[in-house]
């Protein structure tokens, strides 16, 4: 997923003015949230120019979709794609984003990215990390939407219904 649609259903606003990125409200701008907007900001800056907080925000570009179903898809990938699905629809997404966010999990596999998603992570539960000290956050808060972004962890470790890859 993008961090500006993980950061939209965190409830936040996005705009543009020149070269500035205004995030609101400030009342939910976590820590966490602060550094990784810093981090992010000249690729926020361009999706927000591009407007691209769609109806979709998780849907792959054309490009990535066609990457992500080259060939088909063999069994195994279509019973982890199940799985996921399934897994989105549990963390409250609906249909349309579980779909499009277990499709993203797709082609990062394909894509032989390392990046995962606190989803996916055995220390995720109802919306909260249980190994905060570790993935270094400040506190123990990660909705629904920061946990299906794609990132590097070192508290991350997979769950046990994500290891039949
Ligand atoms: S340990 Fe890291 S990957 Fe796992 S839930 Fe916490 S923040 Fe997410």
């Keep these: 997923m993008t ?98 966010l277990a499709e993203r999990l797709t082609l990062r596999d394909r894509d032989a990215d390392d990046r995962r998603a606190c989803i996916e992570c055995r220390h995720y539960h109802r919306a909260r990390c249980g190994n905060r000290e570790a993935a270094g956050l400040h506190s123990q808060e990660v909705g629904r939407g920061l946990a299906a972004l794609l990132q590097r962890c070192p508290g991350f470790v997979l769950k046990e219904q994500e290891k039949y890859k």
């Excluded at 936040?12 to 810093?38: C, F, G, M, Q, Y």
Aim: include cysteine.
């Design 3 to 100: 961090l500006l649609a993980a950061l939209i259903d965190a409830g936040l606003t996005l705009r543009a003015d020149d070269n500035r990125l205004i995030v609101t409200p400030a009342a939910l701008l976590t820590e966490d949230l602060r550094s990784l907007i810093r981090q992010h900001k000249t690729e926020l800056l361009d999706s927000v120019a591009r407007g691209l907080a769609a109806d979709r925000p998780y849907r792959l570009t054309p490009v990535q979709g066609d990457r992500c179903h080259a060939g088909g898809w063999d069994d195994a990938e279509m019973a982890t794609f199940t799985a996921r699905q399934a897994l989105m629809l549990g963390a409250g997404h609906g249909s349309t984003d579980a779909e499009d």
